[in-house]
Nanobody, 127 residues
Framework: QVQLVESGGGLVQPGGSLRLSCAAS????????VGWFRQAPGKEREFVSG?????????YGDSGKGRFTISSVNTLNTLVYLQMNLLKPDDTAVYYCAATLSRSLADIRNDLAYDYWGPGTQVTVSS
């Protein structure tokens, strides 16, 4: 089992930046594939970004391309960041990180393909 905790959310003005963190603990001696998802009120959960288990492949959803950057501080992906720049009110949502031991990249955008989830962190973009 692995436990995930997100941090770094908050209130930011349009055009501002936030860096979200996803910290893993527990069974962390194998590399995980990590994804970031978000869910706004009344909307379905949406893929934001993902990183392969070897850290070499990065993926982005349409909403964050060119503005968001995912990164990992180690080869196990036990601490993964999501740098979000040029934030817009439409980025307001609860942001979740998720992890799986699966090496497949075909379903990296599919939230059903992840086994572990953090509780989420609220991001609010408003003036």
């Amino acid at each position: 089992q692995v436990q995930l905790v997100e941090s770094g959310g908050g209130l930011v003005q349009p055009g501002g930046s936030l860096r979200l963190s996803c910290a893993a603990s527990g069974r962390t001696f194998e590399p995980y594939r990590v994804g970031w998802f978000r869910q706004a009120p009344g909307k379905e959960r949406e893929f934001v970004s993902g990183i392969s288990s070897d850290g070499r492949r990065l993926f982005y959803g349409d909403s964050g391309k060119g503005r968001f950057t995912i990164s990992s501080v180690n080869t196990l992906n036990t601490l993964v960041y999501l740098q979000m720049n040029l934030l817009k009110p439409d980025d307001t949502a609860v942001y979740y990180c998720a992890a799986t031991l699966s090496r497949s990249l075909a379903d990296i955008r599919n939230d059903l393909a992840y086994d572990y989830w953090g509780p989420g962190t609220q991001v609010t973009v408003s003036s």
